[in-house]
T-cell receptor
């Protein structure tokens, strides 16, 4: 089965540094998402992306966050100046459609540790 | 904003016992989805429910969507050790897909 791939699997950074998390969604999917999960807690929505623009974003997704689809395959999440509370597992997901046949495929995640 | 609440937070069962997790939304949902996350893994889609009162089965798993489209449940019959993991419901109203906090299932052999 096709899968969403994420790199790196682990990222350690110093507070205030910029990080870029990378994702390759499933090739024919049209909708892309970033979620995050603090250890043992729920999966929190960050942003959704469709047709080369953000379609929805949460309160967590403030000016420090940005997303980009720089080419036909990659989907990135940038955090400009990381904070300690940004430490979490970041999941990328993609889906072919929304609504009645929505089905999100998640990547294996990037564990971000901000020191 | 829309909230999705899920209970219980944890459930420990003996292998062979049944298990149920419940999900409630603060608003009416257009659809609800269920995901399973194995320890150390990522959420994996199980099913989507769309219609009021809908019931779907996948082998030992039974999913229900309430008549008012504000609640849902997942029932596992005769649990097995392979059922271990966290089960999340995720609801969509006029919002992005919002996940519940999940129910972590432990199965004791």
């Amino acid at each position: 089965e096709p899968e969403v791939t994420q790199t790196p699997s682990h990222q350690v950074t110093q507070m205030g540094q910029e990080v870029i998390l990378r994702c390759v969604p499933i090739s024919n999917h049209l909708y892309f998402y970033w979620y995050r999960q603090i250890l043992g807690q729920k999966v929190e929505f960050l942003v959704s992306f469709y047709n080369n623009e953000i379609s929805e974003k949460s309160e967590i997704f403030d000016d420090q966050f940005s997303v980009e689809r720089p080419d036909g395959s990659n989907f990135t999440l940038k955090i400009r100046s990381t904070k300690l509370e940004d430490s979490a597992m970041y999941f990328c997901a993609s889906s072919l459609s929304t609504g009645l046949n929505e089905k999100l495929f998640f990547g294996s995640g990037t564990q971000l540790s901000v020191l | 904003g829309q909230q999705v609440m899920q209970i219980p937070q944890y459930q420990h069962v003996q292998e062979g016992e049944d298990f149920t997790t419940y999900c409630n939304s603060s608003t009416t949902l257009s659809n609800i989805q269920w995901y399973k996350q194995r320890p150390g893994g990522h959420p994996v889609f199980l099913i989507q429910l769309v219609k009021s009162g809908e019931v779907k089965k996948q082998k030992r798993l039974t999913f229900q969507f309430g008549e008012a489209k504000k609640n849902s449940s997942l029932h596992i019959t005769a649990t097995q050790t392979t059922d271990v993991g966290t089960y999340f419901c995720a609801g969509r109203g006029n919002t992005p897909l919002v996940f519940g906090k999940g129910t972590r299932l432990s199965v004791i052999a």
